[in-house]
């Protein structure tokens, strides 16, 4: 509903402008890890001030009827997955042994991005909220590099995950053990 009210049933809205998706020819390993994050957290700090994110952004807390900064959180979480079934944005891998990076217009145009994407995405929108994020890189496997990345969101001295690529599994929720961990 709050996806067809500001995007409309047309590809070609002029709220979200076209974009191209970003190849990454990136290092191998946790230098590739790095520069990834670093490209993500470049294009997040250019979309949180973007109208059209903005007011997606208050769109989404408004319908809620979120006021603190946790349900506002949530909220954008919600509105990433969806209702059951239906997400706003699906999670799709990247093809095979390619790593691109979108601009959240493509990824709401598109519908769909891999767990960088979802974390620009969900990281841009609370930011255009002024609540402050860093996106978390884990591996979960021993002596392997980082293989997943999504967004946490601050509060009171707290880090929320918002982890939007996992099926039915609700705000707050981390995937655990992981045998590495860094947020940046």
């Not at 109208?51 to 949530?74: G, S």
């Not at 890189?137 to 997943?148: L, V």
């Amino acid at each position: 509903m709050i996806f067809q009210s500001l995007l409309g049933q047309t590809p070609n809205n002029p709220l979200i402008p076209r974009a191209k998706y970003q190849k990454l020819e990136r290092g191998h390993g946790d230098a590739g890890i790095y520069q990834t994050v670093r490209i993500m957290k470049k294009i997040k700090d250019e979309y949180r001030e973007k109208p059209w994110v903005i007011e997606l952004a208050r769109k989404i807390v408004t319908d809620r009827n979120a006021i603190t900064e946790p349900e506002q959180m949530e909220a954008v979480f919600d509105w990433i997955k969806g209702p059951e079934g239906k997400p706003n944005i699906f999670y799709v891998k990247d093809p095979y042994d390619v790593e691109l990076i979108q601009k959240p217009e493509v990824t709401v145009r598109m519908r769909t991005g891999d767990c960088d994407d979802h974390a620009i995405m969900s990281a841009s929108l609370v930011e255009a909220l002024g609540i402050p994020t860093k996106f978390r890189i884990t591996s979960y496997k021993p002596m392997k590099n980082f293989q997943h990345v999504y967004t946490v969101a601050s509060h009171g001295g707290q880090w929320y995950p918002l982890d939007t690529t996992l099926p039915g599994k609700p705000f707050g929720y981390e995937k655990k053990p992981y045998t590495r961990m860094e947020d940046t």
